[in-house]
């Protein structure tokens, strides 16, 4: 049995939190929350130039050609930070569509760029409220032109890659595409968010250029199976964020006086942090089996994301209110850092599709796997 | 990251599995015995070929075996035994007790290998009726007599006190001093004069427990174990060494259980496995099972390698008893009004559900309750502070109590 990161992986580990510590305080995170820019791009260019884009991308496209262990490690950190960058977009999303579906010629056209983080990549789906399906989507590509609209596109304003998923008329009813966002026919909106740190947008495409990315009417299983091996890493950042809030919520409880004690004295408040404790464990656990189930894409693989995922998404939401209700009234103001988690939990949690599409997904994946 | 045996391991828990398939005993060997009976047959054969109480000295009945040789041998024998394990407190935390404090060698050598053979079952008697989660509050008197003491008092939640042969035993030797610093131990032959023992009906209708009651009882300062006064310091090697662990094996409420019966039922003319409200519930608990899985993994990791495991298994019981609890309950919700019934004919599973329902508050409590597992999570993990304690520095016998007498 040996479930545990090597030595080289935890070595990693220490030295992406001492370089986010020196480089991502929470300062830089309110900068962006509060400012106008979309994202920190002096950090996306520092953390590109330490490689974290290119970690699992083969050298033979400008990347490093590590292990998945080794981009959990930056995930959890990453999370742990709150990182105003876009990396979840182009590394989880865009870099490993164009790595499991792109033409030789694609790969070699997007990844040296992606991995060099020249270039942001994300992922479109969603086409307003409610949950996306294959037969919800609008959007389509015609002679090679895309027409539809995508809202919300999580980076959508800064990206310069989106693979977009359209409607299709056979398989599975949906196909995915690749789009230059550098065409004038593309129309981006800002939208206002709840999570000012990370940004989202609105994209119009009106006959863009789009190359088909995969298999025509397979975009749907391609999809998911991108929502699968991403839910991972997502969970990864969910486990760094929720030990962060967790720690700021014991250190104030210690240093908190009332009524002549430190309340992280009194039960009801070394109870709800206990609670936190118990469901960062379960989530860091099944991180872990996620971790080893992407790395080795195991036939699993379905199963151990979406536990991970839905243990991800509950343990970040609870530590994030809880460690609001920790700090008391001052938990509440603008000026304390709590609620850059409790908004950025919501967003995690978010993406990529709701705990309640990724409870379904894991009782579907039971089923399959009773059935086998 | 693997989930394979190192070479070692593997050489050895081939070992085991040899061993289990020649000495395992068969159905004709069982016949006419009763569980006790059972369980020290398959115990004896363990200890005449060295493969009972693995971690003990060759000495004394073991293997001198590493803590991830015990857990390959637990896991192996799980695949072919679902005898009851009678001897967990004497094997598992009189024995140890008696290693760490016991100076006379004819005892260890008197007592040990009975131990491990099975053929004695050994008792722990420390909870007393006002002594629930603080402990140490313990007021069963012991007096000193000539080479004596004489000992007064009420035991209870004792497991298995009408079968055992010997006890551990926790006493107030003087009610002067404050709570933890006026405590005595001394292990005791259960056949002693002045011991009344009293079976305890839980609310699942069987008796596990028992009452013990001491009218004065003598026992020899020779079985004190550690110094008069320092009974604290011992009992807590005997709870170091206790098993928070969740009984496995055989058929339980889970996941998998509960899903095969919402396939079976319906909620508005469908299966109840397609409503929404029923995965989600499905789901979150999934989660708990497979990170309590997840997270005995990462244990046995920190074994396998040698090192000392993290506090994380420490949720262990917090987190699954109040699952089975809630999954037994849901359960029965799922068949309606006939979740009522409980019969072995009637029932699905043979009352599984039912059964499981009533015997689970008992394991929310037993070896500390949720809230004490939450507090010592709260401390010892995440470094918190206690709560004061009002009766810190005070004499026992002037510290407010609900005891009466």
Not at chain 2, 189 to 198: A, L, S, V
């Amino acid at each position: 049995m040996n479930f545990e990161f090597s030595e080289e992986q935890n070595l990693l580990r220490d030295q992406a939190r001492g370089f986010l510590l020196d480089n991502c305080s929470t300062r830089v995170v309110r900068d962006v929350l509060e400012g106008d820019a979309s994202y920190d791009a002096a950090l996306w260019k520092k953390v590109a130039e330490m490689g974290w884009t290119a970690t699992v991308i083969p050298e033979e496209y400008g990347g490093l050609g590590l292990s998945y262990l080794e981009l959990v490690v930056i995930a959890e950190e990453l999370g742990r930070a709150m990182a105003p960058i876009p990396f979840s977009s182009s590394v989880y999303l865009a870099s490993e569509a164009v790595l499991a579906w792109g033409s030789e010629e694609q790969k070699l056209a997007w990844l040296p760029r992606l991995a060099a983080g020249e270039v942001i990549g994300t992922l479109a789906v969603s086409e307003g409220q409610g949950q996306a399906s294959a037969t919800s989507l609008n959007a389509t590509v015609s002679g090679g032109a895309l027409s539809g609209t995508k809202l919300p596109v999580i980076d959508g304003d800064i990206a310069d890659l989106v693979i977009v998923a359209v409607k299709s008329d056979g398989g599975d009813g949906a196909s995915l595409y690749l789009v230059d966002l550098t065409q004038d026919c593309i129309e981006r909106t800002p939208v206002r968010t709840l999570d000012p740190s990370r940004s989202q947008a609105r994209l119009d495409f009106n006959g863009a250029n789009a190359e088909l990315l995969g298999i025509e009417g397979r975009g749907w299983s391609q999809v998911q199976n991108l929502y699968d091996r991403a839910a991972v890493l997502f969970a990864w950042e969910q486990v760094g964020g929720s030990d962060a809030a967790l720690e700021m919520a014991k250190d104030y409880a210690m240093g908190r006086f009332a009524f002549g004690r430190a309340i992280a004295s009194y039960q009801a408040i070394k109870h709800k942090l206990a609670a936190m404790y118990v469901k960062n464990t379960l989530a860091r656990s099944n991180c872990y089996y996620g971790a080893w189930a992407l790395e080795t894409n195991a036939p699993d693989l379905p199963l151990a994301a979406a536990t991970a995922r839905v243990a991800g998404i509950q343990a970040y939401y609870f530590a994030s209110k809880e460690n609001i209700q920790t700090h008391g009234g001052m938990g509440y103001t603008w000026e304390f850092d709590c609620h850059f988690h409790y908004r950025r939990a919501k967003l995690l949690s978010l993406n990529i599709g709701s705990e309640g599409t990724w409870q379904d997904k894991l009782v579907t994946a039971l089923e399959h796997n009773n059935a086998a | 990251m693997d989930f394979n045996d190192t070479p070692q391991e593997a050489a050895f828990r081939a070992e085991a599995q040899a061993f289990l398939k020649d000495y395992y005993p068969t159905a004709e060997d069982f016949k006419g015995l009763n569980p006790i009976e059972q369980a020290q047959l398959w115990a004896k054969r363990k200890f005449d070929n060295g493969w009972s109480t693995l971690r003990w000295p060759k000495d004394y009945g073991g293997r001198d075996a590493s803590p991830i040789e015990q857990v390959i041998f637990n896991q192996e024998e799980g695949k072919v035994s679902d005898l009851g394990d009678p001897f967990q407190i004497g094997q598992g935390m009189a024995g140890p007790t008696l290693m760490a404090w016991c100076k006379n060698k004819d005892y260890l050598e008197r007592y040990l290998p009975k131990l491990s053979s099975g053929e004695e079952i050994w008792c722990q008697l420390f909870s007393e009726p006002a002594g629930g989660s603080d402990l140490a509050a313990m007021r069963t008197k012991a007096e000193r007599d000539g080479d004596d003491w004489i000992i007064n008092g009420q035991k209870i939640w004792t497991s298995g006190a009408h079968y055992s042969d010997f006890g551990i035993l926790v006493t107030r030797s003087d009610p002067t001093v404050p709570k933890h610093k006026g405590l005595t131990y001394f292990f005791l032959d259960m056949k002693t004069p002045g011991i009344e023992i009293k079976p305890i009906k839980q609310i699942s209708g069987t008796s596990n427990f028992n009452e013990v009651y001491f009218t004065d009882v003598r026992i020899p300062d020779s079985q004190r174990l550690g110094d008069v006064g320092q009974g604290w310091s011992v009992a807590l090697t005997t709870l170091m060494n206790e098993r928070a662990a969740i009984g496995g094996g055989g058929v339980s409420v889970g996941v998998k259980s509960v899903m095969q019966l919402a396939q079976k039922v319906n909620i508005d003319d469908k299966p109840a496995i397609e409503d929404k409200q029923v995965r989600a519930k499905l789901a979150d608990w999934y989660v708990q099972e497979a990170g309590l899985k997840f997270t005995s993994y990462r244990t046995l990791t920190a074994l396998s390698r040698g090192s000392t495991p993290g506090p994380e298994n420490s949720i262990g019981k917090l987190v699954g008893a109040p699952k089975t609890q809630d999954m037994a309950s849901f359960a029965m919700d799922l068949m309606e009004e006939s979740g009522a019934i409980w019969d072995d004919e009637l029932s699905e599973l043979a009352g599984l559900f039912q059964g499981t329902f009533l015997a689970i508050p008992g394991l929310r409590i037993a070896g500390g309750t949720d809230e004490i597992m939450a507090n010592i999570i709260a401390e010892r993990v995440l470094g918190l502070p206690q709560e004061p304690r009002m009766d810190k520095g005070i004499p026992f016998n002037e510290v407010p109590t609900s005891a009466k007498g």
